[in-house]
């Protein structure tokens, strides 16, 4: 049985994955930083545990919380949006939000959990975004949304090389009908997950530090 872990799981892409690792039959521990979030999980049959992924104490404590267990798989999911362009500056609330969120949060989980992760000769995912491929930008659209998933894709590739024995992926989960994606997205929550499932289980070690889409194509550049 494989112990799962998944950092950011009270909706959306995390609960999801919670949900698929579960019916897979996995033993499977997840995150969520409120009493709806935690029932949510406990609800799926997951152990759950109270992270906020914004604030480092929090955070900090996870290692201690997951008391040595070997992680076979662990997800970096939690992430907030932004959506305003270049012809606006980010308040440096917003800034705070987003970049503590999706990377300040995913370079303090590293340190606590891929050792736990490496013991297991595990893999190590981080959801990042196709927002986050410099080659592909079009637009200045999210710009600081942008900016924070081409941040996480750089920690994923730098960490990579500090844990030889863990694969390391950034995957982009495509567009996806959550909170976040809204309804208009093509792709269900479901068809996401089980994409980037079958993309994760295909990687091997030389692709440690890879950004992939969700079907584990690789993306053109950075
Ligand atoms: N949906 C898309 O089309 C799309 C596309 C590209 C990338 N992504 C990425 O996929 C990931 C999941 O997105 P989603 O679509 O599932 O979004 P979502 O439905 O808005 O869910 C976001 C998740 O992140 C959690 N989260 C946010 N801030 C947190 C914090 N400080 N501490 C702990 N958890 C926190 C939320 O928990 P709460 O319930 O407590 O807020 C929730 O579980 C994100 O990293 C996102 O950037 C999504």
Redesign the pocket.
């Known amino acids: 049985m494989a112990t799962v872990l998944v950092i ?7 609960r999801e994955f919670v949900r698929q690792c579960r019916a897979a039959g996995d033993r499977v521990i997840a995150t ?3 009493a709806k ?1 935690l029932e949510a999980i406990e609800a799926l049959g997951a152990k759950a545990l109270d ?4 604030q480092p104490a929090s955070i900090g404590a996870l290692a201690s919380q997951l008391d040595g267990a070997k992680i076979d798989l662990a997800l970096y ?5 932004s959506t305003a362009g270049a012809q606006e500056a980010p308040s440096q609330d917003d800034f705070d939000r987003v970049m503590h ?2 990377v300040l949060g995913a370079m303090q989980a590293i340190p606590e959990v891929a050792p736990l992760v490496a013991a297991a000769h595990g893999r190590f995912v981080f ?1 990042t ?1 196709e927002m986050g491929h410099i080659a592909g930008t079009g637009s200045s659209f999210g710009w600081l949304y942008r900016a924070s998933k081409a941040a996480l894709n750089m920690v994923v590739k730098a960490a990579s090389h500090e844990y030889p024995q863990a694969i390391f992926l950034a995957i ?2 495509g ?2 009908k ?4 809204g309804p208009g ?1 093509p792709l269900t929550v479901e068809r996401s997950v089980g994409d980037m499932r079958r993309a994760i289980a295909a990687a091997r070690r030389a692709d440690s530090g890879a950004f992939l889409d969700h079907n584990g194509r690789p993306f053109d550049g950075w």
Do not use: E
């Not at 950011?8 to 995390?14: E, L």
């Not at 999911?77 to 949006?81: P, Q, T």
């Not at 959550?178 to 994606?181: C, L, S």
């Open positions: 950011g799981a009270s909706r959306g892409i995390g969520a930083r409120d979030g992270v906020d992924v914004a999911v939690a992430g907030v949006y969120t999706n959801i975004s982009s989960p567009w996806v959550t909170d976040m994606g997205a």
